[in-house]
């Protein structure tokens, strides 16, 4: 069976070189939908809780949230990085709290003080497809993911991993030990 949960982004992005309108800087509310399965985890009677699912992704992905996100080569990015060091903001503002951790992938790289995310590919619906599910395939059991963008959609599907240990108390993944990181459950 498949737990399935949604996330939204408000994100910023232009296709550098692109011919089509698509090349001036404009923005979105993209969905992500993410299809997790697995045995149904009997205590709890759920794959795994959805709450958690979203919890997980949240924590990486709240990097491409309110951000913006340009190809490495694309010139506004080091015109933008200025204007943001003139003003004081490129290495961090009080009111910008929303941060995750930083990552470094083949794919992309987020800047969390400044909500920037830079990527190797245009940020394409299928492009943000390949970036997250690098970025989420060790920490979830991930069999689909479907990312839309206006009138935009993508979506891919992966083969399931084995069975994973998970809490039968609360239902989220047993980490190396077979401890549960949440209420402390051992198997
Ligand atoms: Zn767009
Ligand atoms: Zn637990």
New binding site residues.
């Given amino acids: 069976m498949k737990s399935i949960t949604t996330l939204d982004l408000q994100y910023a992005?232009r296709f550098y070189g692109f011919k089509g309108e698509?090349q001036y800087l404009?923005g979105?509310t993209g969905i992500l939908t993410l299809e997790v399965e697995d045995t149904v985890n009997m205590g709890v009677n759920m794959v795994f809780p959805c709450n958690e699912i979203k919890k997980t992704a949240w924590e990486v992905l709240q990097n491409f949230d309110h951000a913006l996100v340009l190809r490495e080569d694309d010139p506004l990015l080091p015109a933008i990085l200025s204007v943001y060091e003139k003003q004081g903001i490129k290495n961090g503002a009080p009111t910008n709290k929303q941060k995750g951790p930083a990552f470094k992938t083949d794919f992309a790289t987020a800047y969390p003080e400044c909500r920037l995310v830079v990527t190797k590919e245009s940020m394409t619906v299928e492009g943000m497809i390949k970036i997250v599910y690098d970025l989420l395939k060790d920490k979830l059991n991930i069999v689909k993911f479907t990312f839309t963008?206006g009138v935009n959609g993508a979506t891919e599907e992966y083969k399931a991993h084995k069975e994973r240990a998970r809490c039968p108390l609360c239902g989220i993944m047993l980490n190396e030990n077979g401890v549960c990181p949440k209420c402390g459950y051992r198997a």
């Fill in positions: 992005h698509a404009h979105h963008s």
